[in-house]
């Protein structure tokens, strides 16, 4: 984990701050779209994937499983 990295950060500070951080991102989403703003909530999409991609390392869950999950209700 490299001085200085935000993601080294997040894991270091524990699963409770990376929850957290998905919950504030989640959040701002819903603010951004509440604003009709589309380059807001782009941009808070893109943070909310980032932390949620981060929760899903903590978790060891792959992107694939949630892909699978997805593919499985369609059926």
Same mark, same amino acid.
């Given at each position: 984990?490299?001085?200085? &990295?935000?993601?080294? &950060?997040?894991? %270091?500070?524990?699963? *409770?701050?990376?929850?957290?951080?998905?919950?504030?991102?989640?959040?701002?989403? +819903?603010?951004?779209? %509440?604003?009709? &703003? %589309?380059?807001?909530? +782009?941009?808070?999409?893109?943070?909310?994937?980032?932390?949620?991609?981060?929760?899903?390392?903590?978790? *060891?869950? &792959?992107?694939?499983?949630?892909? %699978?999950?997805?593919?499985?209700?369609?059926?």
């Amino acid at each position: 984990m490299p001085d200085g &990295s935000y993601v080294a &950060s997040l894991f %270091k500070a524990g699963q *409770d701050k990376i929850i957290q951080k998905v919950g504030e991102e989640a959040t701002e989403v +819903i603010i951004a779209a %509440k604003n009709e &703003s %589309k380059q807001r909530i +782009i941009c808070e999409v893109a943070d909310l994937w980032f932390h949620i991609l981060v929760m899903l390392v903590r978790f *060891d869950i &792959s992107p694939d499983e949630i892909m %699978k999950e997805l593919n499985n209700r369609n059926k």
